[in-house]
Protein backbone atom coordinates (compact mmCIF):
# COMPACT_ATOMS: atom_id res chain seq x y z
CA UNK A 1 0.00 0.00 0.00
CA UNK A 2 1.04 3.75 -0.65
CA UNK A 3 1.28 5.30 2.72
CA UNK A 4 2.40 8.80 0.58
CA UNK A 5 -0.06 11.33 2.29
CA UNK A 6 -1.17 13.00 -1.02
CA UNK A 7 -2.54 9.33 -2.04
CA UNK A 8 -4.98 9.54 0.76
CA UNK A 9 -5.57 13.24 0.28
CA UNK A 10 -6.31 12.08 -3.70
CA UNK A 11 -8.78 8.89 -2.42
CA UNK A 12 -10.77 11.85 -0.95
CA UNK A 13 -11.19 14.52 -3.64
CA UNK A 14 -14.45 14.56 -4.94
CA UNK A 15 -15.81 12.29 -7.93
CA UNK A 16 -16.93 15.76 -9.91
CA UNK A 17 -13.62 16.52 -10.85
CA UNK A 18 -14.78 20.41 -12.41
CA UNK A 19 -15.80 21.19 -8.76
CA UNK A 20 -14.11 24.18 -7.30
CA UNK A 21 -10.93 23.27 -5.04
CA UNK A 22 -9.61 26.53 -4.32
CA UNK A 23 -11.19 30.36 -5.38
CA UNK A 24 -8.61 32.94 -4.29
CA UNK A 25 -9.66 36.99 -3.46
CA UNK A 26 -8.95 38.16 -6.76
CA UNK A 27 -11.59 35.83 -8.19
CA UNK A 28 -9.16 32.82 -9.66
CA UNK A 29 -10.87 29.06 -9.28
CA UNK A 30 -9.00 26.03 -8.96
CA UNK A 31 -11.15 22.87 -10.12
CA UNK A 32 -9.94 19.33 -8.03
CA UNK A 33 -8.84 18.28 -12.04
CA UNK A 34 -6.98 21.57 -11.94
CA UNK A 35 -4.73 20.60 -9.18
CA UNK A 36 -4.34 17.10 -9.76
CA UNK A 37 -2.63 18.39 -13.25
CA UNK A 38 -1.06 21.08 -12.01
CA UNK A 39 0.86 19.07 -8.96
CA UNK A 40 1.57 16.16 -11.69
CA UNK A 41 3.66 18.87 -13.53
CA UNK A 42 5.56 20.13 -10.76
CA UNK A 43 6.09 16.62 -9.12
CA UNK A 44 7.27 15.37 -12.79
CA UNK A 45 9.89 18.85 -12.89
CA UNK A 46 10.95 17.73 -9.43
CA UNK A 47 11.52 14.11 -10.56
CA UNK A 48 12.94 15.31 -13.67
CA UNK A 49 16.14 16.55 -11.70
CA UNK A 50 16.99 12.89 -10.66
CA UNK A 51 17.36 13.93 -6.88
CA UNK A 52 18.00 11.32 -4.10
CA UNK A 53 14.34 9.98 -2.57
CA UNK A 54 14.97 11.97 0.57
CA UNK A 55 15.47 15.09 -1.32
CA UNK A 56 14.52 18.20 0.99
CA UNK A 57 12.76 21.02 -0.67
CA UNK A 58 13.07 24.52 0.71
CA UNK A 59 10.88 27.00 -0.12
CA UNK A 60 10.69 30.59 0.92
CA UNK A 61 7.03 32.06 -0.94
CA UNK A 62 4.30 33.89 -0.36
CA UNK A 63 0.84 32.49 0.12
CA UNK A 64 -0.69 31.66 -2.85
CA UNK A 65 -2.58 28.44 -4.34
CA UNK A 66 0.68 27.53 -6.63
CA UNK A 67 2.12 27.35 -2.65
CA UNK A 68 0.17 24.91 -1.69
CA UNK A 69 0.25 22.96 -5.19
CA UNK A 70 3.98 23.20 -5.09
CA UNK A 71 3.44 21.75 -1.22
CA UNK A 72 1.28 18.78 -2.21
CA UNK A 73 3.30 18.23 -5.78
CA UNK A 74 6.43 17.33 -3.34
CA UNK A 75 4.85 14.98 -1.46
CA UNK A 76 3.41 13.06 -4.75
CA UNK A 77 6.78 13.48 -5.70
CA UNK A 78 8.27 11.58 -2.57
CA UNK A 79 10.07 14.16 -1.73
CA UNK A 80 10.40 16.13 1.80
CA UNK A 81 8.60 19.97 1.84
CA UNK A 82 10.58 22.60 4.34
CA UNK A 83 8.31 25.47 4.08
CA UNK A 84 10.45 28.45 5.59
CA UNK A 85 8.88 31.85 7.14
CA UNK A 86 8.75 34.51 4.41
CA UNK A 87 10.19 36.88 7.11
CA UNK A 88 13.42 35.51 7.50
CA UNK A 89 16.38 37.50 6.11
CA UNK A 90 19.83 36.35 5.09
CA UNK A 91 21.23 34.98 8.38
CA UNK A 92 18.24 32.90 9.06
CA UNK A 93 17.76 31.67 5.19
CA UNK A 94 21.74 30.90 5.37
CA UNK A 95 21.31 29.15 8.56
CA UNK A 96 18.39 27.01 7.18
CA UNK A 97 20.21 26.22 4.20
CA UNK A 98 23.37 24.89 5.61
CA UNK A 99 21.36 22.63 8.07
CA UNK A 100 18.74 21.01 5.94
CA UNK A 101 20.92 21.19 2.37
CA UNK A 102 18.12 20.93 0.48
CA UNK A 103 18.18 19.69 -3.31
CA UNK A 104 15.91 22.52 -4.49
CA UNK A 105 15.28 26.22 -3.50
CA UNK A 106 12.13 28.08 -4.53
CA UNK A 107 11.93 31.48 -3.66
CA UNK A 108 10.21 34.73 -4.23
CA UNK A 109 11.71 36.45 -7.25
CA UNK A 110 12.31 39.39 -6.02
CA UNK A 111 14.45 37.56 -3.38
CA UNK A 112 16.44 35.50 -6.11
CA UNK A 113 20.12 36.78 -5.96
CA UNK A 114 20.34 36.77 -2.28
CA UNK A 115 18.66 33.27 -1.94
CA UNK A 116 20.65 31.81 -4.98
CA UNK A 117 23.23 33.01 -4.03
CA UNK A 118 23.12 31.16 -0.23
CA UNK A 119 21.55 27.84 -1.90
CA UNK A 120 24.44 27.74 -4.38
CA UNK A 121 27.36 28.20 -1.91
CA UNK A 122 25.46 25.41 0.40
CA UNK A 123 25.94 23.27 -2.56
CA UNK A 124 21.89 23.50 -4.12
CA UNK A 125 21.74 22.51 -7.35
CA UNK A 126 18.20 24.02 -8.60
CA UNK A 127 16.97 27.26 -7.42
CA UNK A 128 13.72 28.59 -8.58
CA UNK A 129 11.22 31.24 -8.50
CA UNK A 130 7.73 31.13 -7.74
CA UNK A 131 5.72 34.75 -7.38
CA UNK A 132 1.83 35.18 -6.06
CA UNK A 133 0.78 36.46 -9.16
CA UNK A 134 0.93 32.98 -10.57
CA UNK A 135 4.56 33.47 -12.48
CA UNK A 136 8.15 32.34 -12.16
CA UNK A 137 10.75 29.69 -13.53
CA UNK A 138 8.90 26.65 -11.18
CA UNK A 139 5.68 27.15 -13.19
CA UNK A 140 7.85 28.32 -16.25
CA UNK A 141 9.55 24.87 -16.46
CA UNK A 142 6.63 23.10 -14.77
CA UNK A 143 4.43 23.75 -17.93
CA UNK A 144 6.66 21.42 -20.16
CA UNK A 145 5.88 18.54 -18.17
CA UNK A 146 3.01 15.74 -18.44
CA UNK A 147 0.05 16.60 -16.17
CA UNK A 148 -0.32 12.83 -15.03
CA UNK A 149 1.84 11.45 -12.32
CA UNK A 150 1.80 8.46 -10.70
CA UNK A 151 2.08 9.51 -6.69
CA UNK A 152 5.59 8.08 -5.67
CA UNK A 153 5.29 5.27 -2.95
CA UNK A 154 6.16 5.96 0.36
CA UNK A 155 6.35 3.98 3.58
CA UNK A 156 4.35 5.16 6.91
CA UNK A 157 7.55 6.64 8.72
CA UNK A 158 9.18 8.21 5.26
CA UNK A 159 9.52 11.79 6.06
CA UNK A 160 7.27 13.99 4.30
CA UNK A 161 8.54 17.19 5.91
CA UNK A 162 10.59 19.05 7.90
CA UNK A 163 9.67 22.01 10.26
CA UNK A 164 11.65 24.22 11.61
CA UNK A 165 10.77 25.44 15.08
CA UNK A 166 10.73 29.29 15.85
CA UNK A 167 13.50 28.42 18.19
CA UNK A 168 13.29 30.63 21.36
CA UNK A 169 16.32 29.66 22.51
CA UNK A 170 19.18 28.66 20.51
CA UNK A 171 19.38 27.52 16.86
CA UNK A 172 16.05 26.61 15.42
CA UNK A 173 15.83 22.79 15.03
CA UNK A 174 14.09 20.80 12.42
CA UNK A 175 11.21 18.88 13.22
CA UNK A 176 11.08 15.58 11.23
CA UNK A 177 7.21 14.54 10.51
CA UNK A 178 6.51 11.40 8.29
CA UNK A 179 3.62 10.84 6.17
CA UNK A 180 1.89 8.57 8.71
CA UNK A 181 2.40 11.36 11.27
CA UNK A 182 0.48 13.71 9.02
CA UNK A 183 -1.93 11.42 8.27
CA UNK A 184 -2.92 9.87 11.54
CA UNK A 185 -3.39 13.51 12.97
CA UNK A 186 -5.38 14.45 9.54
CA UNK A 187 -7.77 11.57 9.82
CA UNK A 188 -8.19 12.32 13.90
CA UNK A 189 -8.96 15.72 13.32
CA UNK A 190 -11.24 15.31 10.48
CA UNK A 191 -13.39 12.88 13.35
CA UNK A 192 -13.03 15.64 15.96
CA UNK A 193 -14.08 18.74 14.05
CA UNK A 194 -16.91 16.79 12.17
CA UNK A 195 -15.78 17.66 8.49
CA UNK A 196 -18.63 17.42 6.76
CA UNK A 197 -20.08 17.47 3.36
CA UNK A 198 -20.44 21.32 1.62
CA UNK A 199 -17.60 23.05 4.47
CA UNK A 200 -16.29 25.72 2.98
CA UNK A 201 -12.58 26.53 4.91
CA UNK A 202 -11.65 30.41 4.69
CA UNK A 203 -8.47 30.03 4.34
CA UNK A 204 -6.37 33.30 6.12
CA UNK A 205 -3.53 31.55 8.11
CA UNK A 206 0.47 31.32 6.14
CA UNK A 207 1.19 28.61 4.57
CA UNK A 208 4.81 28.52 6.50
CA UNK A 209 3.85 26.94 9.34
CA UNK A 210 1.82 23.51 11.19
CA UNK A 211 -1.50 25.61 11.31
CA UNK A 212 -2.48 26.87 8.03
CA UNK A 213 -0.30 23.86 6.25
CA UNK A 214 -1.53 21.23 7.92
CA UNK A 215 -3.99 21.73 10.09
CA UNK A 216 -6.27 23.76 7.64
CA UNK A 217 -5.31 22.61 4.43
CA UNK A 218 -5.46 19.24 5.09
CA UNK A 219 -8.53 19.45 6.68
CA UNK A 220 -9.97 20.37 3.72
CA UNK A 221 -7.85 18.29 1.27
CA UNK A 222 -8.45 15.31 3.29
CA UNK A 223 -12.62 16.49 3.02
CA UNK A 224 -12.91 16.93 -0.56
CA UNK A 225 -13.49 20.63 1.20
CA UNK A 226 -13.58 23.52 -1.04
CA UNK A 227 -10.91 26.54 0.13
CA UNK A 228 -11.37 30.43 -0.16
CA UNK A 229 -8.00 31.40 0.03
CA UNK A 230 -7.03 34.90 1.15
CA UNK A 231 -3.52 35.91 1.01
CA UNK A 232 -3.22 36.97 4.57
CA UNK A 233 -5.43 37.49 7.29
CA UNK A 234 -7.71 41.32 6.75
CA UNK A 235 -10.63 41.50 9.07
CA UNK A 236 -12.57 43.18 6.01
CA UNK A 237 -11.95 40.42 3.74
CA UNK A 238 -12.97 37.59 6.20
CA UNK A 239 -16.29 39.45 6.95
CA UNK A 240 -16.95 39.50 3.42
CA UNK A 241 -16.01 35.57 3.17
CA UNK A 242 -17.52 34.62 5.93
CA UNK A 243 -21.46 34.01 4.83
CA UNK A 244 -19.81 31.61 2.03
CA UNK A 245 -17.56 29.75 4.66
CA UNK A 246 -18.40 27.01 7.10
CA UNK A 247 -14.88 26.86 8.74
CA UNK A 248 -12.55 29.26 9.79
CA UNK A 249 -9.21 28.97 11.76
CA UNK A 250 -7.04 31.61 13.22
CA UNK A 251 -4.60 32.76 15.91
CA UNK A 252 -6.28 34.50 18.80
CA UNK A 253 -5.12 38.06 17.15
CA UNK A 254 -7.13 37.24 14.46
CA UNK A 255 -10.29 36.72 16.80
CA UNK A 256 -9.42 40.21 18.54
CA UNK A 257 -9.30 41.99 15.14
CA UNK A 258 -12.96 40.50 14.32
CA UNK A 259 -14.05 41.60 16.68
CA UNK A 260 -12.95 45.53 16.71
CA UNK A 261 -15.26 44.96 13.26
CA UNK A 262 -18.62 47.17 13.89
CA UNK A 263 -20.59 45.05 11.36
CA UNK A 264 -19.23 41.70 12.86
CA UNK A 265 -22.03 39.87 14.32
CA UNK A 266 -24.73 37.05 14.81
CA UNK A 267 -25.72 37.58 10.22
CA UNK A 268 -21.95 37.64 9.26
CA UNK A 269 -21.30 34.26 10.74
CA UNK A 270 -25.02 33.13 9.69
CA UNK A 271 -23.64 30.00 7.86
CA UNK A 272 -20.41 29.76 10.11
CA UNK A 273 -19.84 26.11 11.74
CA UNK A 274 -16.48 26.17 13.03
CA UNK A 275 -14.41 28.29 14.13
CA UNK A 276 -10.96 27.54 15.86
CA UNK A 277 -8.21 29.20 17.61
CA UNK A 278 -4.62 27.52 18.51
CA UNK A 279 -1.00 28.69 18.21
CA UNK A 280 -1.06 30.87 21.18
CA UNK A 281 -2.95 31.46 24.38
CA UNK A 282 -6.96 32.88 23.51
CA UNK A 283 -8.04 35.30 25.96
CA UNK A 284 -10.84 34.60 28.33
CA UNK A 285 -12.58 38.01 27.02
CA UNK A 286 -11.84 37.36 23.17
CA UNK A 287 -13.57 33.68 23.76
CA UNK A 288 -16.73 35.44 26.06
CA UNK A 289 -16.98 38.59 23.75
CA UNK A 290 -17.27 36.30 20.82
CA UNK A 291 -19.91 34.14 22.55
CA UNK A 292 -22.25 37.20 22.75
CA UNK A 293 -21.44 39.01 19.42
CA UNK A 294 -21.70 35.99 17.47
CA UNK A 295 -23.45 32.94 19.46
CA UNK A 296 -20.00 30.89 18.62
CA UNK A 297 -18.22 29.58 21.33
CA UNK A 298 -14.22 29.47 19.57
CA UNK A 299 -13.07 25.82 19.61
CA UNK A 300 -9.42 26.36 21.17
CA UNK A 301 -7.30 23.68 20.73
CA UNK A 302 -3.61 22.99 21.27
CA UNK A 303 -0.43 21.05 19.37
CA UNK A 304 2.86 22.16 18.15
CA UNK A 305 5.03 21.71 15.29
CA UNK A 306 6.72 18.80 16.72
CA UNK A 307 3.31 17.06 17.12
CA UNK A 308 0.70 18.87 15.33
CA UNK A 309 -2.61 18.70 17.05
CA UNK A 310 -2.78 17.34 20.60
CA UNK A 311 -5.61 18.73 22.50
CA UNK A 312 -8.97 19.84 21.70
CA UNK A 313 -12.13 21.46 23.31
CA UNK A 314 -15.06 19.17 21.67
CA UNK A 315 -17.31 20.13 18.86
CA UNK A 316 -20.02 18.47 20.90
CA UNK A 317 -19.82 19.26 24.35
CA UNK A 318 -18.61 21.77 26.66
CA UNK A 319 -16.44 24.13 24.91
CA UNK A 320 -14.19 25.70 27.87
CA UNK A 321 -12.46 29.07 27.80
CA UNK A 322 -9.18 28.98 28.84
CA UNK A 323 -8.45 25.14 28.45
CA UNK A 324 -7.51 24.00 25.72
CA UNK A 325 -9.81 21.00 26.17
CA UNK A 326 -9.22 17.40 25.89
CA UNK A 327 -6.86 14.83 24.35
CA UNK A 328 -7.81 13.69 20.58
CA UNK A 329 -8.48 10.08 20.30
CA UNK A 330 -5.27 7.97 20.07
CA UNK A 331 -3.13 10.94 21.56
CA UNK A 332 -1.51 9.75 25.16
CA UNK A 333 -1.28 13.42 27.41
CA UNK A 334 0.38 13.45 30.75
CA UNK A 335 1.39 16.14 33.48
CA UNK A 336 4.47 14.73 35.31
CA UNK A 337 6.50 16.32 37.79
CA UNK A 338 10.41 17.03 38.48
CA UNK A 339 10.62 13.64 39.73
CA UNK A 340 8.84 12.26 36.68
CA UNK A 341 6.12 11.42 38.29
CA UNK A 342 2.63 11.26 37.15
CA UNK A 343 0.55 14.83 38.15
CA UNK A 344 -2.52 14.79 40.34
CA UNK A 345 -5.82 16.52 38.84
CA UNK A 346 -5.19 20.29 39.07
CA UNK A 347 -1.21 19.72 40.17
CA UNK A 348 0.74 21.55 37.54
CA UNK A 349 3.65 19.63 35.77
CA UNK A 350 5.65 19.31 32.19
CA UNK A 351 2.79 18.15 29.41
CA UNK A 352 4.41 14.87 28.10
CA UNK A 353 2.61 13.36 24.85
CA UNK A 354 2.91 9.78 22.99
CA UNK A 355 1.60 8.76 19.57
CA UNK A 356 1.65 8.02 16.00
CA UNK A 357 1.42 12.02 15.23
CA UNK A 358 4.73 12.41 17.12
CA UNK A 359 7.58 13.54 14.94
CA UNK A 360 10.75 11.60 14.00
CA UNK A 361 13.28 13.56 15.98
CA UNK A 362 14.87 16.77 15.10
CA UNK A 363 16.65 16.85 12.06
CA UNK A 364 20.24 16.31 12.55
CA UNK A 365 20.46 16.50 16.24
CA UNK A 366 20.47 13.27 17.74
CA UNK A 367 21.41 13.85 21.36
CA UNK A 368 18.61 16.98 21.38
CA UNK A 369 15.93 14.56 19.91
CA UNK A 370 17.12 12.02 22.59
CA UNK A 371 17.06 14.72 25.55
CA UNK A 372 13.46 15.60 24.56
CA UNK A 373 12.08 12.13 25.22
CA UNK A 374 11.39 10.49 28.32
CA UNK A 375 12.71 6.70 28.82
CA UNK A 376 9.43 5.80 27.87
CA UNK A 377 9.39 7.48 25.15
CA UNK A 378 7.00 10.27 25.72
CA UNK A 379 7.85 13.46 24.12
CA UNK A 380 8.52 16.52 27.04
CA UNK A 381 6.86 19.53 25.12
CA UNK A 382 8.53 22.33 27.11
CA UNK A 383 4.91 23.09 27.96
CA UNK A 384 3.73 23.45 31.13
CA UNK A 385 0.00 22.53 32.21
CA UNK A 386 -1.98 20.70 34.04
CA UNK A 387 -5.48 18.89 34.20
CA UNK A 388 -8.63 19.56 35.44
CA UNK A 389 -11.19 16.55 37.58
CA UNK A 390 -13.02 16.71 33.93
CA UNK A 391 -9.90 15.82 32.19
CA UNK A 392 -9.60 19.14 30.14
CA UNK A 393 -5.82 20.47 30.02
CA UNK A 394 -4.87 23.88 31.40
CA UNK A 395 -1.96 25.76 29.87
CA UNK A 396 0.16 27.96 31.77
CA UNK A 397 3.07 28.67 29.98
CA UNK A 398 6.48 27.44 28.47
CA UNK A 399 8.87 25.47 30.89
CA UNK A 400 11.40 28.41 30.01
CA UNK A 401 9.45 31.12 30.59
CA UNK A 402 9.05 29.50 34.38
CA UNK A 403 9.92 32.10 36.79
CA UNK A 404 11.29 30.78 39.88
CA UNK A 405 11.54 33.82 42.33
CA UNK A 406 13.41 33.61 45.89
CA UNK A 407 12.85 29.36 45.30
CA UNK A 408 9.19 30.08 44.68
CA UNK A 409 7.59 28.86 41.12
CA UNK A 410 5.76 31.13 39.09
CA UNK A 411 3.32 30.70 36.43
CA UNK A 412 3.07 33.63 34.50
CA UNK A 413 -0.12 32.47 33.48
CA UNK A 414 -1.80 32.75 36.69
CA UNK A 415 -0.98 36.14 36.82
CA UNK A 416 -1.46 37.22 33.83
CA UNK A 417 -5.16 35.53 34.06
CA UNK A 418 -5.75 37.89 37.17
CA UNK A 419 -3.97 41.13 35.53
CA UNK A 420 -6.61 40.32 32.42
CA UNK A 421 -9.62 40.06 34.37
CA UNK A 422 -8.39 43.87 36.03
CA UNK A 423 -10.47 46.69 34.98
CA UNK A 424 -8.96 48.57 32.01
CA UNK A 425 -6.60 46.11 31.28
CA UNK A 426 -6.54 44.54 27.53
CA UNK A 427 -4.33 41.96 28.16
CA UNK A 428 -0.72 40.91 29.87
CA UNK A 429 2.69 39.48 29.35
CA UNK A 430 4.47 38.12 32.75
CA UNK A 431 8.22 37.20 32.78
CA UNK A 432 11.03 36.60 35.19
CA UNK A 433 14.27 39.13 35.38
CA UNK A 434 17.21 38.92 37.44
CA UNK A 435 17.58 39.65 40.56
CA UNK A 436 20.03 39.73 43.29
CA UNK A 437 17.93 38.44 46.28
CA UNK A 438 15.57 36.56 44.28
CA UNK A 439 17.20 35.12 41.46
CA UNK A 440 14.71 36.80 39.26
CA UNK A 441 11.66 38.81 40.03
CA UNK A 442 8.14 38.82 38.28
CA UNK A 443 7.59 42.07 36.12
CA UNK A 444 4.19 42.40 34.13
CA UNK A 445 3.64 44.16 31.04
CA UNK A 446 0.53 45.33 30.45
CA UNK A 447 -1.73 46.55 27.24
CA UNK A 448 -4.35 49.06 28.43
CA UNK A 449 -7.62 48.84 26.91
CA UNK A 450 -8.58 52.30 24.97
CA UNK A 451 -9.28 55.32 26.82
CA UNK A 452 -8.04 53.15 30.39
CA UNK A 453 -6.31 55.33 33.12
CA UNK A 454 -3.95 52.33 35.05
CA UNK A 455 -1.77 52.54 37.69
CA UNK A 456 0.60 50.38 38.43
CA UNK A 457 0.46 51.42 42.20
CA UNK A 458 -3.38 50.59 42.49
CA UNK A 459 -2.75 47.29 40.23
CA UNK A 460 0.28 45.95 42.45
CA UNK A 461 -2.00 46.65 45.65
CA UNK A 462 -5.10 44.60 43.91
CA UNK A 463 -2.60 41.99 43.12
CA UNK A 464 -1.56 41.23 46.52
CA UNK A 465 -5.52 41.04 48.15
CA UNK A 466 -5.53 38.59 45.62
CA UNK A 467 -2.19 36.34 45.52
CA UNK A 468 0.83 35.23 47.45
CA UNK A 469 3.38 38.63 47.99
CA UNK A 470 5.93 36.05 45.78
CA UNK A 471 4.17 36.22 43.21
CA UNK A 472 3.19 39.59 43.12
CA UNK A 473 5.66 41.62 40.21
CA UNK A 474 7.92 43.90 41.94
CA UNK A 475 7.15 45.87 38.52
CA UNK A 476 4.34 46.79 35.87
CA UNK A 477 5.17 48.17 32.99
CA UNK A 478 2.70 49.82 30.50
CA UNK A 479 3.06 49.83 26.85
CA UNK A 480 0.90 50.18 23.55
CA UNK A 481 1.62 46.58 22.29
CA UNK A 482 3.25 43.15 23.38
CA UNK A 483 5.42 41.90 20.73
CA UNK A 484 4.50 38.86 18.61
CA UNK A 485 5.62 36.86 16.05
CA UNK A 486 3.74 36.00 12.64
CA UNK A 487 1.66 33.12 14.65
CA UNK A 488 0.91 36.06 17.26
CA UNK A 489 3.25 34.48 19.91
CA UNK A 490 4.30 36.89 22.17
CA UNK A 491 7.80 36.98 22.29
CA UNK A 492 8.79 36.70 25.84
CA UNK A 493 12.53 36.09 25.09
CA UNK A 494 12.64 39.89 23.60
CA UNK A 495 10.41 41.27 26.62
CA UNK A 496 13.27 39.51 28.79
CA UNK A 497 15.67 40.93 26.79
CA UNK A 498 14.33 44.74 26.99
CA UNK A 499 13.38 44.67 30.51
CA UNK A 500 15.93 42.44 32.09
CA UNK A 501 18.59 44.87 31.53
CA UNK A 502 16.76 47.49 33.31
CA UNK A 503 18.28 45.80 36.13
CA UNK A 504 17.76 48.63 38.80
CA UNK A 505 14.55 49.22 38.70
CA UNK A 506 13.80 45.91 40.27
CA UNK A 507 16.72 45.35 42.08
CA UNK A 508 15.08 48.28 44.65
CA UNK A 509 12.16 46.32 44.56
CA UNK A 510 10.58 49.72 43.72
CA UNK A 511 6.95 49.39 42.65
CA UNK A 512 7.74 51.41 39.65
CA UNK A 513 5.10 52.91 37.23
CA UNK A 514 6.71 51.73 34.20
CA UNK A 515 5.22 53.78 31.51
CA UNK A 516 6.93 53.88 28.34
CA UNK A 517 6.54 57.51 27.01
CA UNK A 518 4.60 56.73 24.69
CA UNK A 519 1.94 55.29 26.75
CA UNK A 520 2.44 58.19 29.28
CA UNK A 521 2.04 61.14 26.60
CA UNK A 522 -1.25 59.34 25.91
CA UNK A 523 -2.87 59.28 29.31
CA UNK A 524 -1.83 62.48 29.88
CA UNK A 525 -3.44 64.08 26.62
P1 LIG B 1 4.52 25.97 17.08
O1 LIG B 1 5.45 24.81 17.01
O2 LIG B 1 5.04 27.20 16.42
O3 LIG B 1 3.15 25.60 16.60
O4 LIG B 1 4.37 26.36 18.61
C1 LIG B 1 3.85 25.45 19.52
C2 LIG B 1 3.65 26.09 20.84
O5 LIG B 1 2.61 27.07 20.78
C3 LIG B 1 3.19 25.12 21.89
O6 LIG B 1 4.24 24.36 22.42
C4 LIG B 1 2.54 26.05 22.89
O7 LIG B 1 3.51 26.65 23.72
C5 LIG B 1 1.93 27.12 22.01
N1 LIG B 1 0.51 26.89 21.76
C6 LIG B 1 -0.10 26.30 20.71
N2 LIG B 1 -1.44 26.30 20.85
C7 LIG B 1 -1.70 26.90 22.03
C8 LIG B 1 -2.88 27.22 22.76
N3 LIG B 1 -4.10 26.95 22.29
N4 LIG B 1 -2.74 27.84 23.96
C9 LIG B 1 -1.53 28.12 24.46
N5 LIG B 1 -0.38 27.88 23.82
C10 LIG B 1 -0.45 27.27 22.62
Known sequence: MNANLYALFASRFPADKSACCIETHDGQYYSWGDLERATAKMANLLLSLGLPPDARIAVQVEKSPEALLLYLATLRAGFIYLPLNTAYRGDEIDYFIGNAEPAVVVCSPQNFGWVSQIAFKSGTRHVFTLSDRRTGSLL????????????????????????????????SKGAMLSHDNLASNAKTLQQAWQWQPGDVLLHALPLFHVHGLFVASHGALLNGSKM?????????????????????MGVPT???????EPLFDRKACVNMRLFVSGSAPLLLDTFHEFIARTGHAILERYGMSETTMLVSNPCDGRRIGGSVGLPLPGVSVRVANDQGQVCSTDEIGAIQVKGPNVFKGYW??????????????????????????????????????????????????????????????????VIGV??????????????????????????????????????VPKRIVFVDELPRNAMAKVQKKALREQYG?????????????GETPAYRARRQA
Open 501 to 513: ADKHAVAHGANLD
Open 364 to 429: RMPGKTAEEFTADGYFVTGDVGKFDGDGYLWIVGRSKDLIISGGFNVYPKEIESVLDEMDGVAESA
Open 228 to 248: IFLPKFDSAEVLRYLPRSTVF
Open 434 to 471: PHPDYGEAVVAIVVGKPGARLSADAMIAALKRKIANFK
Open 140 to 171: ERATHHSDLCETVTRQPDDLAAILYTSGTTGR
Open 254 to 260: YYVRLLA
